[in-house]
């Protein structure tokens, strides 16, 4: 079965500092990848996906990931962080076989300090 | 975008009743959508996948009795907390999957905040 592993349950970056969220898939043929961004008592919000062709997914509001088949990954990053980013993020993946479910990994919180 | 929308926001409930909340696919029809339960700080939990015109998918250990879900539309699935309890309260957040945006992207609502008192 597909899992996720998102390393770290809580980051904290100074402002206008990188931001690095890690995500780690378990399967042998590549998923789907998603990184989707909560913000207190809200729905979620897709940042941004991989399906197929260039590795590196560019997202919105500054956000990127990098699709490493070797390392199994999909990190989420964003050169300078904004309070803004504050929020939860939560990767994801779909088998590619057509089952339409999404399997979430635990969350990272990002906190932006001053 | 596509958007799906939540109803109600926000409900509090006493213990034994039962409560009922709407996810609608605004601007696409969604033949798919998805129920997740999500605890404080934690991950979400798909609970059940909705198929419109037939009967929902259950993921192992989720009381399909309890929990019982209605796609009547290609629009509307209904979530219904029968018999509610303290422990059932949490975020409950609905999702659409757009046939036409492909790649098994799914689109989420706001959520609903349940409070079982």
């Known amino acids: 079965a597909q899992s996720v592993t998102q390393l770290g349950s809580h980051v904290s970056v100074s402002e206008g500092a990188l931001v690095l969220l890690r995500c780690n898939y378990s399967?042998?043929?590549?998923?789907?990848l998603f990184w989707y961004v909560q913000y207190p008592n809200q729905g979620l919000q897709l940042l941004l996906k991989?399906?197929?062709?260039?590795?590196l997914v560019k997202g919105i509001n500054g956000f990127e990931a990098e699709f490493k088949k070797s390392e199994t990954s999909f990190h989420l990053t964003k050169p300078s962080a904004h309070m803004s980013d504050a929020a939860e993020y939560f990767c994801?993946?779909?088998?590619?076989?057509?089952?339409?479910?999404?399997?979430f990994g635990k969350g990272t919180r990002l906190h932006i300090l001053p | 975008g596509a958007v799906v929308s939540q109803h109600p926001s926000r409900v509090i409930c006493k213990s034994g009743t039962s409560v009922k909340i709407e996810c609608r696919s605004l601007?696409?029809?969604?033949?798919?959508m998805f129920w997740y339960r999500q605890f404080p700080k934690q991950s979400l939990m798909l609970m059940a996948t909705?198929?419109?015109?037939?009967?929902?998918?259950?993921e192992q250990g989720v009381e399909k009795d309890k929990f019982l879900i209605n796609h009547a539309s290609l629009t509307l699935s209904t979530l219904t907390v029968t018999s509610a309890h303290p422990e059932d309260s949490s975020f409950y957040i609905c999702?659409?999957?757009?046939?036409?945006?492909?790649?098994?992207?799914?689109?989420f609502g706001p959520g609903t905040r349940l409070t079982v008192l």
């Open positions: 999702s659409a999957r757009d046939p036409l945006a492909g790649f098994n992207e799914q689109f």
């Open positions: 399967s042998s043929v590549p998923p789907y």
């Open positions: 991989y399906t197929t062709g260039a590795t």
């Open positions: 994801a993946v779909s088998d590619r076989s057509g089952d339409d479910k999404i399997i």
């Open positions: 601007d696409f029809q969604a033949t798919t």
């Open positions: 909705s198929n419109e015109g037939s009967k929902a998918t259950y």
